[in-house]
């Protein structure tokens, strides 16, 4: 069975799909960078040692 393609030859009214497809592109990319920054091991130690560091001088042994 031979399934012919409908879509009219002209594509005329179609332009805005490239744009829609290019920004859709753009931002998965700023998600998958977002991703990269969050799930980074070094930074999330980092930041957990400041935390300790800083409720250390913030409560000092009276921590509780």
Same mark, same amino acid.
């Given at each position: 069975?031979?399934?012919e393609?409908?879509?009219?030859?002209?594509?005329?009214?179609?332009?805005?799909v490239?744009?829609i497809?290019?920004? %859709? *592109?753009? %931002?998965?990319?700023?998600?998958?960078?977002? %991703?990269?920054?969050?799930?980074?091991?070094?930074?999330?130690? &980092?930041?957990q &040692?400041?935390?300790?560091?800083?409720?250390? =001088?913030f *409560?000092? &042994?009276n921590? =509780?």
């Amino acid at each position: 069975m031979v399934i012919e393609d409908e879509r009219p030859n002209n594509m005329e009214g179609f332009e805005h799909v490239t744009t829609i497809q290019m920004h %859709i *592109k753009l %931002i998965f990319n700023s998600y998958m960078e977002f %991703i990269e920054k969050l799930e980074n091991q070094n930074r999330h130690f &980092s930041l957990q &040692s400041d935390l300790v560091e800083h409720l250390w =001088a913030f *409560k000092g &042994s009276n921590f =509780a």
